[in-house]
C-alpha cells in the first residue's frame, strides 16, 4: 500500500493533470468557437475587454452601411440610460428620449441595467447615435419603436423590439429639441426613412403588428446583420412603394441573420433597390421567404434555406414576374426550390468598396455563423 505522503502526491499530481486537460479542453472550445464566428463577430467578440473598447464594434461592420468611423473618436458623448420612462414632449433626463433631443454631435449610448422601455411615440433616433445594449436586456415593446428619419451613421445593437404597436399622430420632440407633427405610424419594430449608412445588428425582433423593419423613401447603404426575426407575418421590407422611384438608388446587405421559427413573407421583399443577401438561416416560410416588385436586383448567396415541412417550398415570389433573382452557392434542404430569373452567368455583384467587402463563407457552415444572431449574452467579465 502506498504510504500517506505518496498518496498525497498521487492526488496532486491527479488534480493537476485534471486541471491541465480541463483548461486544455476550454482553449479548444473557445478556439472552436472563434472559428466558428463570422467576420463581424470576431472582430469584436473576441476582445474580453470589449466593455473598456465599445467603439471598436464600429469598425466591425461590412456590407454597404461601410465601417462606422464617422461613430467614433474622441468627440463621442457617452450616455448612459438609467430611466426606462418615456414623455414626447418633456422627456426626462436619464431616458433615451432624452439623449436623441438634448444632445448634439456623435453620442454613444449605453443602459445601467435591464430595462423595459414603453414608448408613448416613435423615437425619432439622430444622426451620428449608437445605440448600444451589450451587457444588459433591453427590451422596446409595447408602445411606438424606432423610427430613424433623415438620418445618417446610425448604429442599432443588441435591442429585444418587439410587440410594436400603431400610433396616432401627434406632436413629438425630435432631434435638436424641435417640436415636429408625426403622422400615424403602422407598427414596425425599426423604419428608416430617407436615410443613409444604418447599420442594424445583433438585435432579436419579433410579434409587431405591421412590420420588423421597413427601409424606404430613398434609403440607402444600409446592413441588417446578425438579427433574429422571429413569429412575424411581414419582416423586412426595402423599398416605400411602386411609384416610388427613387428607391431605384437603394442598396442593402442581408447577414449572417437567422429567420424564424414562424416567419411568413418578406425576408427580404424589395422594390427596384439591389439587395445583397448572404449567408442567413432560413428557418421555414409561409408565403415565401425572399420576394420582389417593380424590378429589382436580389443577389441570394450561400444562404442556408429549409423548407417548411408541409406548404410552400418554393423561395421566391415576384409580383410582376420583372425581378432579377440570383441564387449562388445557396444550400437547400427538405425540399426547398429557388426559381432564377437572369442568366446563369449574370453575376450581379454587388461592386462593395474596400470598406465595405468581406468574405463570403460557404453556405454550409451557415448554422455555425448564425448560431449567436440576435441579442447576446454579455457577462461582465470575459467574451461577449
Given at each position: 500500500?502506498?504510504?500517506?505522503?505518496?498518496?498525497?502526491?498521487t492526488l496532486c499530481l491527479i488534480?493537476?493533470?485534471?486541471?491541465?486537460?480541463?483548461?486544455?479542453?476550454?482553449?479548444?472550445?473557445?478556439?472552436r468557437t472563434v472559428d466558428n464566428m463570422n467576420v463581424i463577430d470576431k472582430c469584436w467578440r473576441t476582445n474580453p475587454d470589449w466593455r473598456r473598447n465599445r467603439q471598436q464594434l464600429a469598425t466591425c461592420t461590412v456590407g454597404f452601411a461601410g465601417q462606422m468611423f464617422n461613430n467614433i473618436g474622441d468627440d463621442v458623448i457617452n450616455y448612459k440610460v438609467t430611466d426606462p420612462s418615456d414623455d414626447p414632449l418633456s422627456p426626462r433626463p436619464g431616458t433615451l428620449r432624452h439623449a436623441m433631443t438634448s444632445i448634439t454631435g456623435k453620442i454613444w449610448i449605453t443602459f445601467k441595467r435591464h430595462m423595459n422601455i414603453t414608448l408613448a411615440k416613435p423615437l425619432l433616433v439622430s444622426s451620428?447615435?449608437?445605440?448600444?445594449?451589450?451587457?444588459?436586456?433591453?427590451?422596446?415593446?409595447?408602445?411606438?419603436?424606432?423610427?430613424?428619419?433623415k438620418a445618417?451613421?446610425?448604429?442599432?445593437?443588441?435591442?429585444?423590439?418587439?410587440?410594436c404597436k400603431p400610433q396616432e399622430p401627434g406632436p413629438v420632440k425630435?432631434?435638436?429639441?424641435?417640436?415636429?407633427?408625426?403622422?400615424?405610424?403602422?407598427?414596425?419594430?425599426?423604419?428608416?426613412?430617407?436615410?443613409?449608412?444604418?447599420?442594424?445588428?445583433?438585435?432579436?425582433?419579433?410579434d409587431s403588428v405591421d412590420g420588423l423593419i421597413?427601409?424606404?423613401?430613398?434609403?440607402t447603404d444600409i446592413t441588417i446583420s446578425n438579427n433574429w426575426f422571429r413569429y412575424q407575418d411581414k419582416v423586412m421590407l426595402l423599398g416605400h412603394d411602386d411609384g416610388f422611384r427613387r428607391d431605384q438608388n437603394m442598396r442593402v446587405t442581408v447577414a449572417f441573420n437567422h429567420f424564424?421559427?414562424?416567419?411568413?413573407?418578406?425576408?427580404?421583399?424589395?422594390?427596384?433597390?439591389?439587395a445583397h443577401v448572404v449567408n442567413n438561416l432560413y428557418l421555414g416560410w409561409g408565403i415565401y421567404a425572399i420576394g420582389g416588385s417593380m424590378n429589382p436586383s436580389i443577389k441570394s448567396q450561400a444562404n442556408l434555406f429549409i423548407a417548411p415541412k408541409g406548404g410552400n417550398k418554393e423561395i421566391t415570389w415576384d409580383s410582376g414576374l420583372t425581378g432579377n433573382f440570383k441564387s449562388i452557392e445557396d444550400v437547400f434542404e427538405n425540399g426547398a426550390s429557388f426559381t432564377t430569373t437572369v442568366d446563369a452567368g449574370a453575376t450581379m455583384r454587388p461592386n462593395y468598396a474596400p470598406d465595405q467587402m468581406f468574405e463570403v463563407e460557404d453556405g454550409m457552415r451557415v448554422r455555425d455563423l448564425t448560431k449567436s444572431a440576435g441579442v447576446l449574452k454579455c457577462p461582465k467579465i470575459a467574451r461577449c
Amino acid at each position: 500500500m502506498l504510504s500517506r505522503a505518496m498518496q498525497g502526491i498521487t492526488l496532486c499530481l491527479i488534480r493537476a493533470i485534471s486541471i491541465a486537460i480541463l483548461l486544455s479542453l476550454g482553449r479548444v472550445e473557445a478556439r472552436r468557437t472563434v472559428d466558428n464566428m463570422n467576420v463581424i463577430d470576431k472582430c469584436w467578440r473576441t476582445n474580453p475587454d470589449w466593455r473598456r473598447n465599445r467603439q471598436q464594434l464600429a469598425t466591425c461592420t461590412v456590407g454597404f452601411a461601410g465601417q462606422m468611423f464617422n461613430n467614433i473618436g474622441d468627440d463621442v458623448i457617452n450616455y448612459k440610460v438609467t430611466d426606462p420612462s418615456d414623455d414626447p414632449l418633456s422627456p426626462r433626463p436619464g431616458t433615451l428620449r432624452h439623449a436623441m433631443t438634448s444632445i448634439t454631435g456623435k453620442i454613444w449610448i449605453t443602459f445601467k441595467r435591464h430595462m423595459n422601455i414603453t414608448l408613448a411615440k416613435p423615437l425619432l433616433v439622430s444622426s451620428l447615435t449608437t445605440i448600444d445594449a451589450r451587457g444588459a436586456n433591453v427590451h422596446i415593446a409595447n408602445g411606438g419603436c424606432l423610427l430613424i428619419k433623415k438620418a445618417n451613421n446610425v448604429i442599432i445593437h443588441g435591442l429585444y423590439i418587439h410587440d410594436c404597436k400603431p400610433q396616432e399622430p401627434g406632436p413629438v420632440k425630435g432631434p435638436g429639441g424641435e417640436i415636429m407633427h408625426l403622422g400615424p405610424t403602422d407598427g414596425d419594430a425599426i423604419r428608416v426613412v430617407s436615410s443613409s449608412r444604418i447599420w442594424i445588428d445583433h438585435n432579436t425582433m419579433y410579434d409587431s403588428v405591421d412590420g420588423l423593419i421597413d427601409v424606404t423613401r430613398g434609403s440607402t447603404d444600409i446592413t441588417i446583420s446578425n438579427n433574429w426575426f422571429r413569429y412575424q407575418d411581414k419582416v423586412m421590407l426595402l423599398g416605400h412603394d411602386d411609384g416610388f422611384r427613387r428607391d431605384q438608388n437603394m442598396r442593402v446587405t442581408v447577414a449572417f441573420n437567422h429567420f424564424g421559427p414562424n416567419c411568413v413573407q418578406r425576408m427580404p421583399r424589395i422594390r427596384f433597390g439591389y439587395a445583397h443577401v448572404v449567408n442567413n438561416l432560413y428557418l421555414g416560410w409561409g408565403i415565401y421567404a425572399i420576394g420582389g416588385s417593380m424590378n429589382p436586383s436580389i443577389k441570394s448567396q450561400a444562404n442556408l434555406f429549409i423548407a417548411p415541412k408541409g406548404g410552400n417550398k418554393e423561395i421566391t415570389w415576384d409580383s410582376g414576374l420583372t425581378g432579377n433573382f440570383k441564387s449562388i452557392e445557396d444550400v437547400f434542404e427538405n425540399g426547398a426550390s429557388f426559381t432564377t430569373t437572369v442568366d446563369a452567368g449574370a453575376t450581379m455583384r454587388p461592386n462593395y468598396a474596400p470598406d465595405q467587402m468581406f468574405e463570403v463563407e460557404d453556405g454550409m457552415r451557415v448554422r455555425d455563423l448564425t448560431k449567436s444572431a440576435g441579442v447576446l449574452k454579455c457577462p461582465k467579465i470575459a467574451r461577449c
